[in-house]
């Protein structure tokens, strides 16, 4: 069973930084491509970022509002995922899902972790 | 950039009705592309359809996926208590992009 599980999330000022983190199972995490999806209060989903496998060159893609602040990495021989947010801003509220990335679609999203900015 | 118009906003139906929900791309979309997502509150984002057409694993064949070029429907054929929830289509032309989501609740 695929098994993705989040956290690191919690509250930080405008302007700092958090990292999250997303532990895989159930499944060849070293030749999966990830994801981050986020879903703010009350809102719809947005995509936030992509990592390939490294036999696919490890190179990601970021969604517009959060390059060159957010930085998505992987460590495949712990099966975790991790995505660093810097220069955070009270609109990257937002609960944040890591997902295994298929192809064009969202194959599998953990439960997410709340991340909270606000001073 | 491709944009993605859910349509209704709400759709209010009872048990044992056809859901109709309308995805609506501002350019033409792969097919190969399209995929449909259920979220019940609190919970995850589910993976209902992929493809436009294919349902994912564990899906029950109530939910159905069609259309191609710039419009695609999610059906339900006859609703289950279960089936209310919000519901997004997504589509992959370059970055991925979600829809704004239909709401389907009880009538």
């Known amino acids: 069973e695929v098994q993705l599980v989040e956290s690191g999330g919690g509250l930080v000022k405008p302007g700092g930084s958090l990292r999250l983190s997303c532990a895989a199972s159930?499944?060849?995490?070293?030749?999966?491509?990830m994801s981050w999806v986020r879903q703010a209060p009350g809102k719809g989903l947005e995509w936030v970022g992509r990592i390939k496998s490294k036999t696919d060159g490890g190179t990601t893609d970021y969604a517009a509002p959060v390059k060159g602040r957010f930085t998505i990495s992987r460590d495949d021989s712990k099966n975790t995922l991790y995505l660093e947010m810097n220069s955070l801003k009270t609109e990257d509220t937002a609960v944040y899902y890591c997902t295994w990335y298929k192809g064009g679609y969202f194959d599998s999203w953990g439960q997410g972790t709340l991340v909270t900015v606000s001073s | 950039e491709i944009v993605l118009t859910q349509s209704p906003g709400t759709l209010s139906l009872s048990p044992g009705e056809r859901a109709t929900l309308s995805c609506r791309a501002s350019?033409?979309?792969?097919?190969?592309?399209l995929a449909w997502y259920q979220q019940k509150p609190g919970l995850a984002p589910r993976l209902l359809i992929y493809g436009a057409s294919s349902r994912a694993t564990g899906i029950p064949d109530r939910f159905s996926g069609s259309g191609s070029g710039t419009d695609f429907t999610l059906t339900i054929s006859r609703l289950e208590p279960e089936d209310f929830a919000v519901y997004y289509c997504q589509q992959f032309g370059g970055s991925p992009l979600f829809g704004q989501g239909t709401k389907l609740e009880i009538k």
């Open positions: 159930g499944f060849t995490f070293s030749n999966a491509w």
């Open positions: 350019q033409s979309v792969s097919s190969t592309y």
